[in-house]
């Protein structure tokens, strides 16, 4: 694969990203919910750190999620490029291509989305408000609205812990970033054969080395 192909790759989804989590932004109120079958809705909420809602406590502990995002998309570029570069496979490419496109989907959230949209609690959003956003800039929230609570009921009582609770399957909301994301690293683990045949030989001939 290409530089300009995984760059088209990387525009179409940023594209889909941002366009959904726009309309999404400014056409629900934080909560709103479509049943698009028993397995899959569109659910609108906000998420103020990282996968899973995780959060780094304290007043700067945003900022600081933020930064690191930040730091670290160019790291994924250049890995990109040098891959490129040194002809490596089209899966790892287009695994590359999707961690960088799904990062940088979310980066844009943190640090634009609190400046152009106002809040979400109890009102549909407006885009660019004339008394300002609902956050500085670096301290935006990332828009999520994919779920598939595939299946919901209560546990076992037999079952240790959790036995008697009431569980969904699978209860994340997440966005278009974090599929790209999520794609890209499984690509890297199902086929890492493939994606790094040079390192696996290397590792071999450094074994026979040694014995």
């Not at 028993?38 to 990282?50: H, P, T």
């Not at 890995?79 to 490129?84: A, E, T």
């Not at 004339?130 to 994919?146: I, S």
């Amino acid at each position: 694969m290409s530089l300009k192909q995984a760059s088209a790759l990387i525009v179409v989804i940023l594209l889909i990203d941002q366009v959904s989590k726009f309309y999404i932004k400014t056409h629900f109120m934080l909560g709103d919910e479509i049943r698009v079958f028993d397995w899959f809705r569109i659910l609108f909420v906000e998420n103020k750190g990282m996968a899973w809602g995780a959060q780094i406590p304290g007043e700067y502990g945003k900022l600081l999620l933020t930064t690191f995002r930040l730091i670290a998309v160019p790291f994924i570029g250049y890995w990109l490029w040098d891959s490129v570069r040194k002809n490596g496979s089209s899966t790892l490419i287009t695994a590359i291509a999707l961690i960088f496109a799904g990062a940088v989907g979310n980066i844009i959230d943190s640090v634009f989305y609190g400046v152009i949209f106002e809040h979400s609690y109890n009102q549909v959003a407006d885009f660019m408000p004339e008394a300002g956003g609902y956050a500085p800039l670096l301290y935006g929230h990332v828009v999520d609205m994919l779920y598939f609570p595939l299946w919901s009921g209560y546990l076992p009582e037999w079952l240790p812990i959790w036995g008697g609770e009431y569980f969904t399957f699978f209860e994340p909301v997440f966005n278009i970033a974090d599929s790209a994301i999520t794609v890209g690293f499984f690509l890297l683990i199902i086929f890492n054969k493939k994606v790094f045949p040079q390192e696996k030989k290397e590792q071999e001939q450094s074994k026979e080395t040694v014995s």
